[in-house]
């Protein structure tokens, strides 16, 4: 996880923003990370006129990842219109947090943090786990 083209990946999330459905909020978000296996996979926000059942940019991220073979999450990025970085909402932390491998980048807007500082003490498969043991 050293060497991680954050020009490239934010690259990518601009180029995925542009294929955004955004007629209600006019927000377009792209996404893109780095995968395990040196894939770049993006994703970009999808919204639906019944407001609460629209895609964030991270879902369908998630979604390309499984599509084209799985892996894990190295590096991750998400802008704005602006090509701006912003951050993740809480839901989407947690879906990133579900397909990241253990310290996970993620470019915030406030420079490059962990998965587990931007989603300390997170739930995760391992709580599952216990439980059924």
Known sequence: ???????EL?????EALQHAYVPYSHY??????????G??????????ASYGVGLC???????????SGGGNLVAFVCVNAHGET???CGRCRQLLNEFALPGM???????????DEVLPDAFGPSDLEQVRR
């Open 28 to 37: 377009p978000v792209g996404a893109a990370a780095l995968v395990s296996d």
């Open 1 to 7: 996880m050293t060497d991680i083209d954050w020009d």
């Open 105 to 115: 980048l993620l470019e915030t807007v406030s420079g490059i943090r962990t998965i």
């Open 10 to 14: 934010r690259a990518v999330a601009v």
């Open 86 to 88: 912003i951050m993740p």
């Open 57 to 67: 940019a991270e879902c369908g991220l998630v979604s390309n990842l499984q599509m």
């Open 39 to 48: 894939r770049i996979v993006s994703g970009c926000n999808v919204e639906n």
